[in-house]
């Protein structure tokens, strides 16, 4: 598994390939996946529990059994429950969302994919993601599913990461680049 090991790193990049190795022997890397997919919707849609992820306040025992009730009511089980309440008992729910990044990372690897990170200023639509998706399929050789971001303060454009390269096209970074232009003309 030496392509599993460069393509993740740090303490949330173990605990993912430990994840990974862990569904892969189970046969259940889609299950997994899913169940992190559904748990990162949840957290991005509660302030509750991304304070509850993030904040070193609470105890790993009131980690432990908050993730575990929210767990539940979301109908998450198996490895994917077991991991998150690992992850919480280690008092690391904090890299949370990394880990759930270096997982599809290593699973997009496994499908021969690879993860574009793309941040807009508004929703794109499927056209525009199908072009999208297809332009840097040309430029990767490889087929290529994208995790969008909405940020309305980038004002317009785009923002891809594609591994370690990474594309600013946002409005936000080209009046900036003006600014600081006309700052020298002074």
């Given at each position: 598994?030496?392509?599993?090991?460069?393509?993740?790193?740090?303490?949330?990049?173990?605990?993912?390939?430990?994840?990974?190795?862990?569904?892969e022997e189970a046969g259940s890397t889609d299950a997994v996946?899913?169940?992190?997919?559904?748990?990162?919707?949840?957290?991005?849609?509660?302030?509750?529990?991304?304070?509850?992820?993030?904040?070193?306040?609470?105890?790993?025992?009131?980690?432990?059994?908050?993730?575990?009730?929210?767990?539940?009511?979301?109908?998450?089980?198996?490895?994917?429950?077991?991991?998150?309440?690992?992850?919480?008992?280690?008092?690391?729910?904090?890299?949370?969302?990394?880990?759930?990044?270096?997982?599809?990372?290593?699973?997009?690897?496994?499908?021969?994919?690879?993860?574009?990170?793309?941040?807009?200023?508004?929703?794109?639509?499927?056209?525009?993601?199908?072009?999208?998706?297809?332009?840097?399929?040309?430029?990767?050789?490889?087929?290529?599913?994208?995790d969008v971001t909405v940020d309305p303060s980038i004002l317009?454009?785009?923002?891809?990461?594609?591994?370690?390269?990474?594309?600013?096209?946002?409005?936000?970074?080209?009046?900036?680049?003006?600014?600081?232009?006309?700052?020298?003309?002074?």
């Amino acid at each position: 598994m030496r392509l599993v090991e460069t393509i993740v790193s740090g303490m949330a990049g173990r605990y993912a390939t430990a994840l990974f190795e862990l569904a892969e022997e189970a046969g259940s890397t889609d299950a997994v996946a899913a169940d992190l997919d559904r748990l990162k919707g949840l957290i991005a849609e509660s302030a509750d529990l991304e304070r509850l992820v993030k904040s070193p306040v609470f105890t790993a025992e009131e980690q432990v059994k908050a993730v575990g009730a929210v767990l539940a009511a979301a109908g998450i089980t198996g490895i994917a429950a077991n991991f998150v309440k690992l992850v919480a008992q280690n008092r690391r729910l904090f890299a949370l969302p990394s880990m759930f990044d270096a997982f599809a990372a290593l699973v997009a690897a496994k499908r021969g994919q690879t993860v574009a990170k793309v941040t807009v200023a508004e929703p794109l639509n499927d056209a525009h993601q199908a072009a999208l998706k297809e332009a840097l399929a040309q430029q990767t050789g490889k087929d290529v599913s994208l995790d969008v971001t909405v940020d309305p303060s980038i004002l317009g454009g785009l923002i891809v990461k594609l591994g370690s390269r990474m594309v600013d096209a946002s409005l936000k970074t080209k009046l900036n680049s003006i600014r600081h232009a006309m700052k020298e003309v002074r």
